[in-house]
């Protein structure tokens, strides 16, 4: 079982199989829901999450998205698109091993920063993964 949750450990969540997917998000929703200069993502069965404990807020950052939050320390916990129940994104830093779930790719450059530079040397995509 893979576990997480906010920072003031009102919300806690569980993931029943392991992530799909592993991203770092650039654009600039993310950017300024989280306060970050970019957001990384497990991308997960939704059936394999549950909330263990609290209850999150809930934002639609853009019609179509809604996005789980902590509404007592704002942190930011998934991402979920209306229109496509095959996965939920879950905030990589709120896991409670966020070492186990590295990224494979960087997404949404065009939003990027000038001056973020990673050099991890990972793929990287001007807009999502899927688009380019
Ligand atoms: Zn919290
Ligand atoms: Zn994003």
Partial sequence: MITGGCHC?????AL????MGSMICHCATCRRVSGALVVAWVSVDPDAFAITKGKPAHYASSPGISRQFCSLCGAQLTYARDDDDSFLDVATATLDDPNASPPTHHSWLSHDLAW??????LPNFQNSRYDD
């Fill in 16 to 19: 029943s199989a392991a992530p």
């Fill in 9 to 13: 450990g009102a919300i806690r969540y």
């Fill in 116 to 121: 973020v530079k990673f050099g991890d040397g």
